[in-house]
T-cell receptor, first 114, second 115 residues
Framework: DQQVKQNSPSLSVQEGRISILNCDYT??????FLWYKKYPAEGPTFLIS?????DKNEDGRFTVFLNKSAKHLSLHIVPSQPGDSAVYFCAASGAWTSYDKVIFGPGTSLSVIP | NAGVTQTPKFRVLKTGQSMTLLCAQD?????MYWYRQDPGMGLRLIHY???????AKGEVPDGYNVSRLKKQNFLLGLESAAPSQTSVYFC??????????????FGQGTRLTVV
């Protein structure tokens, strides 16, 4: 059973509007969460992260919200731009020093329509 | 600065053939990883290495072997390819997690088709 779930395989949003990508996890020991972005024919690139001691982390147009009691996090992109069209992977881990402990979700494909 | 480079970018194999995927990184990272990406499955770890001369199994290691003879290179081998190994393969590297330094750097991927 997947420990990190992204239940929406795809999402379409109009340019300028807010994109909200959701992620749920099952392991209560997870305390660090990451988002990676992937363009076609390229490798994933790191976008933003959050630790469990916070409930929000912001970086420019990107904000990640964490609800530990619900085991849920979300990535908000405001305003959405056509260049944001990509696959977004949510990832989670407990105590770790290397990525063998990081579990990736299946990804959500975001399309931003001009 | 090349980052993480994978060779080849595309390959078609017949069932039973063997091949080696090469990953090279120029960031002096201690840790290196091989993942496969399949539709609806996300990134699944095949094997990883925490230093030159060391390797360890990940989530889906069966049918693959790896070697890390040099710090900058991590090789993934398929001894007898099967159609189930049709996938996109990504190599990645990272430092050990230190404070806010948590980023892994990925190569551009190798699309492998086994027929």
């Amino acid at each position: 059973d997947q420990q990190v779930k992204q239940n929406s395989p795809s999402l379409s949003v109009q340019e300028g509007r807010i994109s909200i990508l959701n992620c749920d996890y099952t392991n209560s020991m997870f305390d660090y969460f990451l988002w990676y972005k992937k363009y076609p024919a390229e490798g994933p690139t790191f976008l933003i992260s959050i630790s469990s001691i916070k409930d929000k982390n912001e970086d420019g147009r990107f904000t990640v919200f964490l609800n530990k009691s619900a085991k849920h996090l979300s990535l908000h992109i405001v305003p959405s731009q056509p260049g944001d069209s990509a696959v977004y992977f949510c990832a989670a881990s407990g105590a770790w020093t290397s990525y063998d402990k990081v579990i990736f979700g299946p990804g959500t494909s975001l399309s931003v329509i001009p | 600065n090349a980052g993480v480079t994978q060779t080849p970018k595309f390959r078609v194999l017949k069932t039973g053939q063997s091949m080696t995927l090469l990953c090279a990184q120029d960031m002096n990272h201690e840790y290196m990883y091989w993942y496969r990406q399949d539709p609806g499955m996300g990134l699944r770890l095949i094997h990883y290495s925490v230093g030159e001369g060391t390797t360890a199994k990940g989530e889906v290691p069966d049918g693959y072997n790896v070697s890390r003879l040099k710090k900058q290179n991590f090789l993934l081998g398929l001894e007898s390819a099967a159609p189930s190994q049709t996938s996109v393969y990504f190599c990645a590297s990272s430092y050990p997690r230190q404070g806010a330094n948590t980023e892994a750097f990925f190569g551009q991927g190798t699309r492998l088709t086994v027929v």
